[in-house]
């Protein structure tokens, strides 16, 4: 009898085990041109797109400042001041404000009342650096009698930190903070307040 030989299969490879997972039923909202795809079950977002805009958005300025209105420098109260910024300042509720600046005035024997006093003008600017009421209602705020109050004003004046304009008894006084210790708006507009405070002009270019 003949006998055949028999080669052994190879043992198989171990495959894993994949478990199949259910198709997770999703509902879309769309919310301010936005798409949000959200599992019905969780509420989990699982993809969101935006949809851009067709056409740069364009904002129209139909104001000349200086024209239509005051300049920034000349306004005599709040709402003066707040018609000529308005239409160029998109950040007009922005505030920059440096505490760290008040305690070097007092590094530097500034009174505690001249800082207490800045440190009010500048929380409560109207727009840039001007800020605009009566010496009555800083008394109410701060807490000084008059001639304490005027003191503290005299000595921000003399170190030329603050500076005081009076358009007239049917106006508010004007009181203008130096923009390096605090500022209310777009930093574009700061640039040019330095420039004023200090009394740089720009260099003629050409000789003309």
């Known amino acids: 009898m003949t006998l055949l030989s028999r080669e052994k299969a190879p043992p ?16 879309v909202v769309q919310s301010k041109g936005h798409s949000y795809f959200v599992d019905a079950i ?20 139909g104001v000349e400042v200086g024209v239509d209105t005051r300049w ?12 000529a910024t308005a239409p160029y300042d998109w950040w007009s509720d922005k505030q920059y404000v440096s505490g760290a600046k008040f305690l070097d005035l007092l590094d530097n024997q500034v009174s505690p009342n001249a800082v207490r006093l800045l440190r009010h ?11 605009f009421g009566k010496m009555a209602d800083l008394e109410r705020a701060i807490g000084l009698p008059t001639r304490t109050l005027e003191r503290a004003l005299q000595e921000l004046s003399s170190i ?19 923009p390096w210790y605090a500022w209310k708006g777009d930093l574009l ?15 003629i270019v050409g000789g003309q």
Not at 15 to 26: F, L, M, N
Not at 189 to 203: K, V
């Open 189 to 203: 507009g700061r640039d040019d307040a330095y420039a004023e405070w200090l009394d740089i002009r720009p260099a």
């Open 72 to 83: 920034p420098s000349e306004a005599r109260n709040a709402e003066e001041l707040q018609a």
């Open 160 to 178: 030329n930190v603050v500076r005081r304009r009076n358009n007239g008894r049917a106006w508010p006084t004007r009181l203008s903070v130096h």
């Open 121 to 131: 003008l500048a929380m409560n600017l109207a727009g840039r650096n001007h800020w």
């Open 42 to 61: 969780t509420g989990e977002i699982l993809h969101a797109t935006r949809k851009l805009p067709r056409h740069r958005l364009i904002r129209a300025v």
């Open 12 to 27: 198989e490879a171990p495959c894993s085990v994949v478990t199949p997972i259910g198709a997770r039923h999703a509902v």
